[in-house]
Nanobody, 114 residues
Framework: QVQLVESGGGLVQPGGSLRLSCAASGFTFSSYAMSWYRQAPGKERVLVAIINSAGGTTHYIHPVTGRFTISRDNAKNTMYLQMNSLQAEDTDVYYC???????WGQGTQVTVSS
């Protein structure tokens, strides 16, 4: 059974940092590209960043380029999103996804506010 468990969200002041984690199980993690999405209430999920299966290639969707870093540890079946210089506009629920698998975790709430 595929499981994706996001964690690491919280309330942070503008300019602060958070590190999100995505613990994966039930599939061969190292064989899949992985991605982070974000979703605001009542809106569709939007791609934030993607990393290939080996972890050597990443791609970011503006406006997170230069502020967020996606990474993965295939030995731990875990993906990460380091979020720096957070802005109020980054507030959303963040989800992880394995490319090609239509499974979603519960998400983790990120709130940037003073």
């Amino acid at each position: 059974q595929v499981q994706l468990v996001e964690s690491g969200g919280g309330l942070v002041q503008p300019g602060g940092s958070l590190r999100l984690s995505c613990a994966a199980s039930g599939f061969t993690f190292s064989s899949y590209a992985m991605s982070w999405y974000r979703q605001a209430p009542g809106k569709e999920r939007v791609l934030v960043a993607i990393i290939n299966s080996a972890g050597g290639t990443t791609h970011y969707i503006h406006p997170v380029t230069g502020r967020f870093t996606i990474s993965r540890d295939n030995a731990k079946n875990t993906m990460y999103l380091q979020m720096n210089s957070l802005q109020a506009e980054d507030t959303d629920v963040y989800y992880c996804n394995a490319q090609g698998l239509n499974y979603w975790g519960q998400g983790t709430q990120v709130t940037v506010s003073s």
